[in-house]
């Protein structure tokens, strides 16, 4: 297989990966459910363009997270299903990582928004 074919081949696994986290994990849903909240907010505020890009900066970060901590916890499960302080700690920790960054997402929300609301 050529060089072009083998990239462009790679794609439907990256494509597959994003539907295999939309299919089996709820929080994707909901992280689903946010973007398009997002989206139905920025249109009807009538946002600049420049919160258009920080929101959807903000959605991408959001679902890497998630697809990272999916991917993270899978491959945990993997190594074992017996209870192990060590992979607890590591999928804690990924977790974590995702309400970090939906915690930030949601205090840049309030402030791009805050103005269209009060203003």
Not at 8 to 23: D, E, M, P, T
Not at 67 to 94: C, M, S, W
Not at 97 to 102: E, P, Q, R, S
Request: charged letters at 15%; proline letters at 2%; a positive charge.
């Amino acid at each position: 297989m050529n060089r072009i074919k083998r990239h462009i081949k790679s794609y439907s696994y990256s494509v597959n990966g994003i539907w295999l986290a939309f299919r089996y994990e709820h929080n994707m849903l909901f992280h689903l459910a946010g973007a398009i909240a997002v989206v139905i907010t920025n249109t009807l505020l009538n946002v600049t363009k420049t919160d258009w890009l920080i929101t959807l900066i903000l959605i991408g970060v959001v679902w890497m997270a998630e697809l990272f901590n999916t991917a993270i916890e899978k491959l945990a499960d993997r190594v074992t299903k017996d209870q192990d302080p060590l992979i607890g700690q590591v999928k804690d920790i990924a977790s974590g990582a995702v309400l970090i960054v939906c915690c930030f997402a949601a205090v840049c929300a309030a402030i791009i928004y805050w103005p269209y609301l009060v203003g």
